[in-house]
């Protein structure tokens, strides 16, 4: 059973605007949640993390949000810019212990 | 960031044959290191934690003797599909973690297995 959902398999933006990523969880017991980013060929790269003790954590154009009474993350990216074209990945898990990982959101970012 | 190397990117091999996917942390020392497997359209399956110097732990469905863990050393994780069948072909990817108590994974880039 799918512990880290990622229901949308890909998102087009345009430059410049706002790009949404969401990811949701069912184990209420999850104390930390990662993005990675995955360009064609290459492993995934670490992008940006939360705590479950935040609910909101930035990192320049990025920012994760996290909604623990829905179970949801969301990754914002402002504004797009055509290189963050990439497969997006969720995770979600324990401090120390496995981590389990969404099936990915293709974002194309149109010039 | 840290760099972890995968190798072969990509092998092709015939049934019956064994093959050897190395995972190397190249800039830091890795207690810890992970193989996952991806099915197409699908997550990153966790397969096995290998712990340098002491046995793999398996996931639950994952045969042992099937796929081969070894982390010989502080760099070095090797994962062996023994006996391969065209059900192993897949996308096999490892990952390793500075330390224990570390949240962050870096990935190798992966393999593609293909078994005739």
């Known amino acids: 059973d799918q512990q880290v959902k990622q229901n949308s398999p890909s998102l087009s933006v345009q430059e410049g605007r706002i790009s949404i990523l969401n990811c949701d969880y069912t184990?209420?017991?999850?104390?930390?949640f990662l993005w990675y980013k995955k360009y064609p060929a290459e492993g995934p790269t670490f992008l940006i993390s939360?705590?479950?003790?935040?609910d909101k954590n930035e990192d320049g154009r990025f920012t994760v949000f996290l909604n623990k009474s829905a179970k949801h993350l969301s990754l914002h990216i402002v504004p797009s810019q055509p290189g963050d074209s990439a497969v997006y990945f969720c995770?979600?898990?324990?401090?120390?212990?496995?981590?389990?990982f969404g099936t990915g959101t293709s974002l194309t970012v149109i010039p | 960031g840290a760099v972890v190397s995968q190798h072969p990117s990509r092998v092709i091999c015939k049934s019956g044959t064994s093959v050897k996917i190395e995972c190397r942390s190249l800039?830091?020392?890795?207690?810890?290191m992970f193989w996952y497997r991806q099915f197409p359209k699908k997550s990153l399956m966790l397969m096995a934690t290998?712990?340098?110097?002491?046995?793999?732990?398996?996931e639950q469905g994952v045969e042992k003797d099937k796929f081969l863990i070894n982390h010989a050393s502080l760099t070095l994780s090797t994962l062996t599909v023994t006996s391969a069948h065209p059900e192993d072909s897949s996308f096999y990817i490892c990952?390793?973690?500075?330390?224990?108590?570390?949240?962050?994974?870096?990935f190798g880039a992966g393999t593609r297995l293909s078994v005739l």
């Open positions: 990952s390793a973690r500075r330390s224990p108590g570390q949240n962050i994974q870096y």
């Open positions: 184990n209420s017991m999850f104390d930390y």
């Open positions: 939360i705590s479950s003790i935040k």
């Open positions: 995770a979600a898990g324990n401090t120390g212990n496995q981590f389990y």
């Open positions: 800039d830091f020392q890795a207690t810890t």
């Open positions: 290998s712990n340098e110097g002491s046995k793999a732990t398996y």
